[in-house]
């Protein structure tokens, strides 16, 4: 192919692969309140997040009183049994109460809404569905978690909507989980009602945003995925999620759940970061597509899990992901070495037409220099971001979107730097695609439900250098790295957003896929115009670094840390 050809595959390639990016991380337009009743609607929803979410409702508080009656009355309306359970919080929940309200109560009564509507068979396990009601001190909690009381009540109403439900369908709204996740707590432990549970789907937010994320479930979730793969319009999620927050030290109300005999899911959206605990989190600044994705998300799977039908039972963990939200991914775990297995194969097809060890020991050293030069520099302008003493957690939060410019210009420095004017052979193409092989080997043995990440990415990149620089080659090519680019845009997202204010570094995983299946075709720039390029992006990580550093404290921190 030319020289034109292969440019124009690039643009392409580089055209739809933002294309699919920007795909992957849009929430859904929200659905006007006049849509059909069996539909969620945000438009509806929004009602209940204006009315709840009027106020800073924290636990045990007048105004928390008044949320908790606007939802009990909501539930009746929609023909549920309603019940209040009221309980005790536990001392360190009422310590934290106290400092949030400033009101030194040592037993605080604290309680949980719930709604049931019946099923036409009751002996079958139920589907319960769980937000919380309660808000930190000073938010109004619009996002967290009012758009989940909000999503929940709306989505129940679209399953009455459509007659009743095989078996029965429990609200849960419980108190006090900023405190210490108390209600679930109090339910899964003492509520005779948990014995009736077979499914549960939790809803949460960190933020006021994005796009709603399946990211946590019961183990041996193999059946579990299915069901939600085959019932989920649009989904997002992925197993590389589920592994995460397994070693992340966070909670959720589901994790009161753990080592119990449920099947469950766990959704939540992170976007608009700026607004998690803010006094800014009103009505008004929540992202209503967010609330639209969450809701219909969580309609779908309550649907599916309301059959008649037995409930998923457990079944070997499967590798997932959502392809731009058109639908989920599913395979087995060991599906991941058939795959490097052709990866090995393709690579030593693409190995024979050129060069020599030389050449791929020079690739291999390129594509190492190219993920350690990057990390070093996102480190060190992230240290520059972060100026001295203890960074206000919140804070970070907020700068979250310029982290994410200062961490795509910093990589893209160090990528110029590597490989910008390098001029590959094909067996230079293979030694760059070998430490990330290496990297899927470990990842597959050691984590093989998250190692789709790695894994996929290095086969399509050696069946694209197998296949050649002919026509059929180059749109091989061409596909591959816009999918690849796709898919890695919306996981860079991801981990910014997820961890970006603390290890920015963890972008380079991206960055290091997406070059895998871009170097094909790459020709090579000028040293000096690499170079150049190089040292404007560098100019604008660190001026981004230098605004996160100087701008005073984010006017959206949580009253209760302004001053840490």
Same mark, same amino acid.
């Given at each position: 192919m030319d020289r034109t050809s292969k440019r124009l595959a690039l643009l392409a390639a580089l055209i739809l692969g933002i294309l699919l990016g920007v795909r992957a991380t849009t929430p859904p337009a929200p659905v006007g309140a006049g849509a059909p009743p069996e539909v969620f609607a945000a438009g509806r929803a929004m009602a209940d997040v204006r009315a709840i979410a009027a106020h800073p409702h924290l636990a045990a508080s007048p105004e928390n009183a008044a949320?908790? +009656?606007?939802?009990?009355?909501?539930m009746r309306a929609l023909g549920m049994d309603v019940q209040e359970t009221p309980f005790t919080a536990p001392p360190p929940s009422a310590k934290r109460l106290a400092w949030w309200?400033?009101? *030194?109560d040592p +037993?605080?009564? !604290? &309680?949980n809404v719930i709604g049931v509507l019946p099923g036409r068979d009751r002996s079958l396990p139920a589907v319960l569905l769980m937000a919380h009601h309660d808000t930190v001190g000073?938010?109004?909690?619009?996002?967290? *978690? &009012?758009?989940? /009381?909000?999503?929940?009540?709306?989505?129940?109403r679209a399953v009455r909507s459509q007659g009743q439900p095989a078996r029965d369908l429990i609200v849960l709204i419980t108190d006090g989980e900023e405190l210490?996740? *108390?209600g679930a707590h109090q339910f899964f432990t003492a509520d005779p009602l948990r014995a009736h549970v077979g499914a549960v789907i939790n809803v949460e937010a960190r933020g006021g945003g994005g796009r709603t994320t399946m990211f946590e479930t019961s183990a041996d979730n193999g059946a579990a995925i299915a069901r939600a793969a085959a019932a989920i319009a649009h989904p997002a999620g992925s197993s590389?999620?589920? %592994?995460?927050?397994?070693?992340?030290?966070?909670? =959720?109300?589901? &994790?009161?759940t753990r080592g119990g005999p449920y099947t469950t899911y766990n959704f939540a959206f992170i976007g608009r970061p700026q607004l998690y605990h803010s006094p800014k989190a009103v009505p008004d600044a929540l992202d209503q597509g967010a609330l639209q994705d969450m809701g219909a998300q969580v309609l779908d799977l309550t649907r599916a899990l309301l059959v008649a039908g037995p409930l998923p039972p457990r079944a070997p963990d499967v590798v997932f992901f959502d392809l731009f939200g058109f639908a989920l991914v599913v395979y087995p775990a060991w599906a991941g070495w058939a795959m490097l297995a052709a990866a090995a194969a393709g690579l030593a097809v693409a190995v024979r037409r050129g060069g020599g060890i030389r050449d791929l020991a020079g690739g291999a050293g390129r594509m190492l220099a190219l993920i350690v030069l990057g990390a070093l520099v996102l480190w060190a302008v992230n240290q520059l971001s972060l100026g001295g003493g203890k960074p206000n957690y919140y804070d970070r939060l907020a700068a979250i979107p310029r982290l994410e410019i200062m961490a795509l210009a910093g990589g893209l420095a160090a990528w110029l730097l590597t $490989?910008?004017?390098?001029?590959?052979?094909?067996?230079? !193409?293979?030694?760059?695609?070998?430490? !990330? %092989? +290496?990297?899927?080997? =470990?990842?597959? +043995?050691?984590?093989? =439900?998250?190692?789709?990440v790695v894994v996929l990415p290095v086969m399509l990149a050696a069946l694209a250098m197998a296949a050649g620089e002919g026509l059929a080659g180059r749109l091989v090519s061409l596909v591959t790295a816009a999918l690849v680019l796709g898919y890695m845009i919306s996981l860079g997202h991801f981990v910014m957003q997820g961890v970006g204010p603390g290890l920015p570094e963890a972008a380079m995983l991206p960055l290091a896929m997406t070059t895998a299946v871009l170097l094909p075709l790459w020709e090579g720039v000028s040293a000096r115009t690499a170079r150049l390029a190089a040292a404007a992006l560098l100019v604008l990580?660190?001026?981004?670094?230098? &605004? /996160?550093?100087?701008?005073? $404290?984010a006017d959206t921190v949580p009253v209760y840390s302004a001053d840490k």
């Open positions: 949320v908790r +009656a606007h939802i009990a009355r909501r309200s400033g009101k *030194d +037993a605080p009564r !604290l &309680t000073g938010s109004p909690g619009a996002a967290d *978690d &009012t758009a989940g /009381v909000s999503a929940l009540l709306e989505a129940a210490g996740l *108390d590389l999620a589920v %592994f995460i927050y397994k070693v992340l030290p966070n909670d =959720t109300d589901l &994790t009161e $490989l910008g004017a390098w001029k590959v052979k094909p067996a230079g !193409l293979v030694g760059a695609v070998l430490p !990330l %092989f +290496a990297l899927g080997l =470990t990842v597959q +043995a050691l984590a093989p =439900t998250a190692a789709y990580a660190l001026g981004t670094a230098l &605004t /996160v550093r100087l701008d005073p $404290l």
